[in-house]
């Protein structure tokens, strides 16, 4: 596939069909998104898949703390964010929200979709060493980025998932990592549902005015 049409074509995937991804698809995801560019090469990213059995029993443990602690997704600003970060928030909504069972509050679909990794076979947790500072960050976010890309040129779907930082806790515990890292994020990988109407929802992008300056 060529390049600008994977990148225009992925969104996120927020309902999966059930079918098993292969072990080497997924390693092969994971070879090109290690390709990534990081800060005098320490490529400080490291990924836990999550498959089958183990999968699903990792969604109920996060699934019962979210409904326990009461967690839920958001922005986690510091401060009020200025309107146009709220209104690209709403158009979101708005993408989803029709397609949404009627009744389904739109907090609680992305809360538990999110702690169950929207029913995706394959979870990939993306850890770092506590040894970096947050300016890290930075390279695992870009490595994830290349991993929805090249997913997506092989005719799967993602979706990114920042609310299981929340559970590292438990996240270390049951996948047996160690105390030393941080849970960054999650990202769930199928096959994408192509009858689902979530799936057709795709937001939109700011236009560049708006987030590019020249000089």
């Known amino acids: 596939m060529e390049f600008e049409k994977v990148v225009t074509e992925r969104h996120s995937?927020?309902?999966?069909?059930?079918?098993?991804?292969?072990r080497e698809t997924i390693e092969n995801v994971l070879f090109l998104s290690a390709r990534a560019p990081s800060a005098i090469n320490l490529q400080p990213w490291e990924f836990t898949?999550?498959?089958g059995?183990?999968?699903?029993?990792?969604?109920?443990?996060?699934?019962?703390?979210?409904?326990?602690?009461?967690?839920?997704?958001?922005?986690g600003a510091v401060r009020p964010l200025p309107e146009h970060f709220m209104d690209r928030q709403r158009k979101l909504m708005d993408c989803i929200l029709p397609h949404l069972e009627k009744g389904t509050p739109f907090q609680d679909f992305i809360n538990e979709g999110s702690c169950n990794?929207?029913?995706?076979?394959?979870?990939?947790?993306?850890?770092?060493?506590?040894?970096?500072?947050?300016?890290?960050?930075?390279?695992?976010?870009i490595a994830v980025g290349y991993m929805v890309l090249a997913a997506h040129n092989m005719g799967l779907g993602t979706c990114p998932i920042g609310l299981i930082s929340a559970f590292d806790e438990e996240i270390r515990e049951m996948l047996n990592i160690s105390e030393e890292k941080d849970v960054v994020m999650g990202v769930g990988v199928g096959y994408p549902d192509a009858d689902s109407p979530i799936n057709l929802a795709s937001?939109?992008?700011a236009p560049l005015q708006e987030v590019v300056r020249f000089y």
């Open 117 to 141: 990794f929207y029913g995706a076979p394959v979870a990939i947790i993306a850890t770092i060493d506590q040894a970096f500072s947050k300016s890290r960050l930075v390279d695992v976010g």
């Open 53 to 75: 059995e183990e999968r699903h029993r990792l969604s109920r443990v996060l699934v019962k703390s979210m409904r326990e602690r009461n967690i839920s997704c958001g922005p």
């Open 13 to 22: 995937t927020r309902v999966f069909l059930d079918k098993p991804v292969s």
């Open 49 to 51: 898949v999550v498959m």
């Open 203 to 205: 937001s939109d992008r």
